[in-house]
T-cell receptor, first 112, second 112 residues
């Protein structure tokens, strides 16, 4: 069946450092890929998405590119801020938006 | 625009008792999801509704869990009887396009 694997945390960075959180997936067909974020004390919210191969999702300075050849959807940001401290979840849905699967989450701490 | 509402926010019960959670999705969202999130893990999809019909309940433990969505709007998730391993946060989400999901604040269940 489908699955999502993301790097374990926590990840601790200094402000303005470069961020990469790795996410790989296994799926049949052509899934849609997502990054969701959960800030402290808040609910899950969509950060960005990509629905087909080579699509790049971007939002709030974060980017991720749907790489079918490597089955990856790594999250990147060029310069993190303290306010980016949160838990980040990689997820996929199959064609039609069914059977959504989330990764285990990666906690990010950004120090001033 | 009002977000996804859930109640109660917290619930503590003894094992073998019953419990019910309520969700009111964003107005006009046809798709509604219930997830179980155990501490330290990503959300796990329990059931997905399209209007008032079930489109996926493959991971719902049907011997003890049940869910319904009356008139394609509000939904309830019930556990009867509860087990210790049911301790988790139960998340409700809704979607207009089956791509972006909007999550409620969750109900934290503790089974003693």
């Amino acid at each position: 069946g489908n699955s999502v694997t993301q790097m374990e945390g926590p990840v601790t960075l200094s402000e303005e450092a470069f961020l990469t959180i790795n996410c790989t997936y296994t799926a049949t067909g052509y899934p849609s890929l997502f990054w969701y974020v959960q800030y402290p004390g808040e609910g899950l919210q969509l950060l960005l998405k990509a629905t087909k191969a080579d699509d790049k999702g971007s939002n709030k300075g974060f980017e991720a590119t749907y790489r079918k050849e490597t089955t990856s959807f790594h999250l990147e940001k060029g310069s993190v801020q303290v306010s980016d401290s949160a838990v980040y979840f990689c997820a996929l849905s199959d064609t039609g938006g069914f059977k959504t699967i989330f990764g285990a989450g990666t906690r990010l701490f950004v120090k001033a | 625009e009002a977000g996804v509402a859930q109640s109660p926010r917290y619930k503590i019960i003894e094992k073998r008792q019953s419990v019910a959670f309520w969700c009111n999705p964003i107005s006009g969202h046809a798709t509604l999801y219930w997830y179980q999130q155990i501490l330290g893990q990503g959300p796990k999809l329990l059931i997905q509704f399209q209007n008032n019909g079930v489109v996926d309940d493959s991971q719902l433990p049907k011997d003890r869990f049940s869910a319904e969505r009356l008139k394609g709007v509000d939904s309830t998730l019930k556990i009867q009887p509860a087990k210790l391993e049911d301790s988790a946060v139960y998340l409700c989400a809704s979607s207009l396009d089956s791509l972006e999901q909007f999550f409620g604040p969750g109900t934290r269940l503790t089974v003693l």
